[in-house]
Each structure stands twice: as C-alpha cells, then as structure tokens.
C-alpha cells in the first residue's frame, strides 16, 4: 500500500495536465473523463515501457540531434495513446509534438509541488560521524 500512493498521485498529476492541456491546445480533445483517466494510465504505462525502447532504438538519432529527437518520441507516445484509447483524439503531430512538451513541464511543476512523503523522494542527511 506504501508504494501504491506514489503512483496513484503520479497518476493524477498525468491526468490533471493532459486535461489542462486539452483546454490550451483545440486539437487534443476527451470526450469523457473516463477517456481521460485511462489515457493517463496508458500514457504513464507508455512512457514507463514503450518509451525507454524507443530511446534505445533510435539512439544515434537522439545523439545526432543533441536529444531533441526525445520530444518527437514523446509525442509519439501521446499519438499511440490517442489511437489506443476511444475517446481520446489528437488533430495532428504537431498539435501531439506541442502538447506533449506542455504536460511534460506541467507534470514536473506540478510534480515539485506535491510532496509524497517517500523515502525516495526525502533527502536524509546522516546526523553524526564521518561522510568519507
């Protein structure tokens, strides 16, 4: 149950910023909060295993282009997550390229905000004794 609330607050965060990113881009519609929470769910499950074979794959590109080839790859995710989920509708690759970058910058201003208490995201310092 303790590794459950990261994942269900991520899981919000991904959800909150694609609704955001729905409202500022005319392109990126839902036609249900259903359709919205499952294609949060399938963006994170995307990113977390679609996504790191990507990278692999198209490595010399991604270092040919300094990394910016790691923004296509990322609206490659929310195009097959918008052909994966009915409801979910993405106009173009542009329109999936901007808002990609958009709810990623979101997610992590968000994300910084909100403190999920988890060891793995609090900074212990040791109290005594020697760092070396």
Known sequence: MQNLMPFLVQW???ALSLWVA???FRGLKFESTSALVVSALLLGLANALVKPLLIVLT???TLLTFGLFLLV???LMVLLVSALVRGFK???FWTAFFASIFVSILSIAVGSLVDSGTPE???QMPSGGNWL
Request: hydrophobic share 55%.
């Open 90 to 92: 993405v106009s173009g």
């Open 22 to 24: 729905s409202l500022i």
């Open 73 to 75: 790859i990322n609206a």
């Open 12 to 14: 919000a965060i991904t």
């Open 59 to 61: 490595l010399p590109l």
């Open 121 to 123: 995201t609090t900074i």
